[in-house]
C-alpha cells in the first residue's frame, strides 16, 4: 500500500511564505507525475500544480502561477510546493496526489490514485 504523507501548512499573514512537502511510503509506484491540489470550505477540490518528470514539465491553476513552485525528486517519490505571496483566498487544505491514470488529464483530481491526508494553510489579512 502506498501512503503519502503531507507536512508544512500552518498559519501565516498574506504577504508570506509557505513549503509544503509530500513523500510517499510503502510500496513503490514509479510515478513521473505528482501533483497538488486544494479544497476551501464550501467549495470543491481544484487543481493547484502537477509536475510531469518523464515531460519535464510543470503546469500550475492561473490564480497561484507566478507565486507556487513545484518540485521534488522522481526517484524518492517526494514532491514540494513552495507558495509565496500568500493571499487570503489561498486558505485552504491542501493535498498531494500521485499516479495518474492511464489516458486522464492530471488537471481532474478524479485521476490520480493515491491521495494525502491534506495539511491545512490558513492565511490572514
Known amino acids: 500500500q502506498v501512503q503519502l504523507v503531507e507536512s508544512g501548512g500552518g498559519l501565516v499573514q498574506a504577504g508570506g511564505s509557505l513549503r509544503l512537502s509530500c513523500a510517499a511510503s510503502?510500496?513503490?509506484?514509479?510515478?513521473?507525475?505528482m501533483a497538488w491540489f486544494r479544497q476551501a470550505p464550501g467549495k470543491e477540490r481544484e487543481f493547484v500544480a502537477v509536475v510531469n518528470w518523464s515531460e519535464d514539465s510543470t503546469y500550475y491553476a492561473d490564480s497561484v502561477k507566478g507565486r507556487f513552485t513545484i518540485s521534488g525528486d522522481n526517484a524518492k517519490n517526494t514532491v514540494f510546493l513552495q507558495m509565496n505571496n500568500l493571499k487570503p483566498e489561498d486558505t485552504a487544505v491542501y493535498y498531494c496526489?500521485?499516479?495518474?491514470?492511464?489516458?486522464?488529464?492530471?488537471?481532474?483530481?478524479?485521476?490520480?490514485?493515491?491521495w494525502g491526508q491534506g495539511t491545512q494553510v490558513t492565511v490572514s489579512s
Open positions: 496526489a500521485a499516479d495518474v491514470r492511464s489516458g486522464s488529464s492530471y488537471y481532474s483530481d478524479l485521476a490520480y490514485n493515491y
Open positions: 510503502g510500496r513503490t509506484f514509479g510515478s513521473y507525475v
